[in-house]
């Protein structure tokens, strides 16, 4: 959710710390502030709205500090305002705060505190928690260090936070528990935020933070320590990470270069895992755990949103060619149903920031049942890689806009490989379809950058229904998930309400919406359902609806019944979501823009859901 940066050294901070909240603006762009501490002087800037309207309410402010912390805020208690953005400052004036997270026991601890006598100038959790902190310190004569790990003994929820002491201005103190915060590494200096983005530019060496863990840094000293004030060697990493890929590169937005990177992306998630010519995938996640998933009595794919869609399309795949019974759960409702779990169940846990709460929770719960954790993830270090008995990272780099694109390509890919996989150690499936499965996996990023030279197209297509005020989006087999993928982009880029269905139960309820007023899309490339598309499109054009198809190259008869159509190369249709979603995307990305909305940062969403 929120996004979080840091920075104490020699630089001056404030440049330092608003560059990295302009990279950070994906997580959250309600409100945004600054604290800059410098030598006994803290001095809070914050504002309503993105980073860029702070950045100019404090042109010709002292910003002088070597010192500083900074929040990009996506509004949890609280509605977006300038007394409920972050920084907080503690009654004293003394301490400042930022603060991903949720902090759920907020209303006993403010009881208790306004019982005392203290007054909050917001609707915070953070100012909550900030002042329990410091009442603390007072009533215990403690160090602050001392103090915030009492306080978090008290606490229940997730939080990253960050805090600025007058009294200490060579110290920045933090602790995490269920949101991201890595530490970069300088010469005489250290920089902290929610993801590496802000980080790159400064230095590759980090430290990934753990729950429950605490951290004090100064300009030349990061000293980690539990909540028992017991120290904790920092495990430094590298990070594999080029400034260009978190840059726009050209391109108006970055949803747009994310959608046109995937030949790329495709590319590199295949690149040393797939030999179609000798027929070999190497996933050392997988091979050292060939075992228990071929021999999983169950697999369970937990994820949310996006995630969840490229779930679904794995369970048609898995069971298909796998011969495996496969579930695919909504995170959120997973951790809270009781489910039954056996020992010897796979849980496969599909995040893009390998950070979603929910999905967290989870796998953590799946795994005290007895169950195996496999994680499928982008982020490298993220809670779910650590979390998990075995993996596989997608490699789709960064993603910045908030629709996730091309990591759910690569999530799917990924998926596919362990499928293949699977299947050939089980010998579920022919040599002679494994084999033309690898062929096609192969050829799929050239197809892919073949399929994006009809972008124009698809661009003159989202103008022409740019007035449209709802649509239905259809697909038969693994094409339903990606009908419910396409409509969802909608939704989250054009604020259009959209609904996805299968086709088949088109006529169980859907069917009454159809006007000559209602765009109705097909996910429909050639596949075993195409007659039966067929009988579906015709009856939506018996009641005047407007068709928008998805077809493969050369289908003919589609294209002559639908109003527009958008082209994908033929493939195998086992893997023909990896194409036929592209064209949805594009169509959600270039309705928003003529729509003249930001797309890379739809209202009310955010990037990573690091809290409930």
């Known amino acids: 959710m929120c996004g979080i940066v840091a920075y104490?050294?020699?630089?001056?901070?404030?440049?330092?710390?608003?560059?990295?909240?302009?990279?950070?603006?994906?997580?959250?762009?309600?409100?945004?502030?600054?604290?800059?501490?410098?030598?006994?002087?803290?001095?809070?800037?914050?504002?309503?709205?993105?980073?860029?309207?702070?950045?100019?309410?404090i042109i010709g402010e002292d910003l002088h500090a070597h010192a500083g912390i900074g929040h990009t805020r996506w509004a949890t208690h609280g509605e977006p305002s300038d007394r409920n953005a972050h920084p907080h400052l503690s009654a004293s004036g003394r301490l400042a705060m930022i603060h991903n997270g949720i902090i759920e026991n907020y209303a006993q601890l403010k009881t208790e505190l306004t019982k005392k006598g203290y007054h909050?100038?917001?609707?915070?959790?953070?100012?909550?928690?900030l002042n329990f902190i410091e009442d603390i310190q007072e009533n215990n004569q403690c160090s602050l260090e001392e103090s915030l790990r009492i306080a978090l003994k008290r606490v229940t929820g997730a939080y990253v936070i960050v805090l600025l002491d007058r009294n200490h201005p060579d110290t920045l103190i933090a602790a995490r528990k269920g949101s991201p915060l890595v530490i970069g590494i300088g010469k005489g200096e250290h920089f902290l935020a929610s993801d590496a983005s802000p980080i790159i530019e400064y230095t590759k060496e980090v430290v990934y933070v753990n729950d429950y863990e605490l951290a004090i840094i100064k300009c030349d000293e990061l000293i980690l320590k539990n909540l028992g004030n017991e120290k904790i060697t920092p495990f430094v990493q590298k990070l594999d990470l080029e400034l260009t890929a978190i840059e726009k590169g050209g391109y108006d937005h970055f949803m747009l270069k994310e959608i046109f990177e995937q030949p790329d992306t495709i590319f590199d998630c295949l690149r040393g895992r797939l030999d179609a010519a000798k027929g070999t995938i190497t996933m050392a996640g997988v091979q050292n755990n060939l075992d228990k998933l071929s021999q999983a009595k169950r697999?369970?794919?937990?994820?949310?949103?996006?995630?969840?869609?490229?779930?679904?399309?794995?369970?048609?795949?898995?069971?298909?060619?796998?011969?495996?019974?496969?579930?695919?759960?909504?995170?959120?409702?997973?951790?809270?149903?009781?489910?039954?779990?056996?020992?010897?169940?796979?849980?496969?846990?599909i995040s893009q920031s390998g950070e979603t709460a929910d999905t967290i929770v989870a796998i953590e719960k799946a795994k005290e049942q007895g169950a195996f954790i496999f994680g499928v993830v982008n982020v490298v270090g993220s809670s779910i890689a650590r979390i998990s008995d075995a993996g596989a990272y997608t490699h789709a780099g960064p993603e910045i806009g908030v629709a996730s694109t091309k990591a759910f390509?690569?999530?799917?890919?990924?998926?596919?490989?362990?499928?293949?996989?699977?299947?050939?150690?089980?010998?579920?499936?022919?040599?002679?379809?494994?084999?033309?499965?690898?062929?096609?996996?192969?050829?799929?990023?050239?197809?892919?950058?073949e399929l994006l030279h009809s972008s124009r197209h698809i661009r003159k297509l989202a103008e022409k229904y740019k007035g449209v005020s709802d649509a239905l989006y259809l697909g038969r087999g693994n094409n339903f998930p990606v009908a419910l993928e396409g409509a969802l982009k909608l939704k989250e880029i054009s604020y259009i309400?959209?609904?996805?269905?299968?086709?088949?139960?088109?006529?169980?309820?859907?069917?009454?919406?159809?006007?000559?007023?209602?765009?109705?899309?097909?996910?429909?490339?050639?596949?075993?359902?195409?007659?039966?598309?067929?009988?579906?499109?015709?009856?939506?054009?018996?009641?005047?609806?407007?068709?928008?198809?998805?077809?493969?190259e050369g289908d003919d008869v589609i294209a002559k019944m639908a109003d527009d159509i958008m082209t994908v190369p033929l493939t195998d249709e086992l893997i023909s979501p990896l194409l036929s979603v592209i064209p949805?995307?594009?169509?959600?990305?270039?309705?928003?823009?003529?729509?003249?909305?930001?797309v890379d940062k739809p209202r009310n969403l955010a990037k990573s859901v690091t809290v409930e």
Not at 307 to 335: K, N
């Open 497 to 552: 309400h959209a609904e996805g269905y299968p086709a088949a139960e088109m006529k169980h309820g859907p069917i009454a919406l159809v006007d000559e007023q209602l765009p109705v899309v097909f996910a429909a490339p050639k596949s075993v359902y195409h007659e039966k598309l067929i009988s579906n499109i015709q009856e939506i054009k018996a009641r005047k609806g407007m068709v928008l198809a998805v077809i493969s």
């Open 8 to 57: 104490i050294g020699p630089r001056e901070a404030y440049p330092v710390i608003m560059k990295g909240l302009k990279r950070l603006e994906y997580r959250g762009y309600d409100s945004a502030g600054v604290a800059l501490l410098d030598k006994h002087n803290l001095r809070v800037f914050k504002k309503q709205g993105r980073v860029a309207v702070l950045e100019e309410s």
């Open 409 to 449: 390509t690569a999530q799917l890919v990924v998926l596919i490989l362990i499928a293949l996989k699977i299947a050939h150690e089980k010998q579920t499936l022919s040599d002679e379809r494994y084999m033309m499965l690898l062929s096609e996996l192969h050829a799929i990023p050239e197809k892919v950058k």
């Open 120 to 129: 909050f100038k917001s609707d915070t959790d953070t100012e909550v928690l």
């Open 584 to 598: 949805l995307q594009l169509f959600a990305c270039y309705l928003g823009m003529a729509k003249g909305f930001d």
């Open 299 to 349: 697999i369970i794919m937990v994820a949310c949103g996006t995630s969840w869609h490229a779930g679904l399309i794995a369970e048609y795949i898995f069971e298909e060619i796998c011969r495996i019974p496969v579930e695919v759960e909504y995170a959120s409702e997973f951790r809270y149903r009781n489910p039954v779990i056996h020992p010897g169940d796979v849980i496969i846990a």
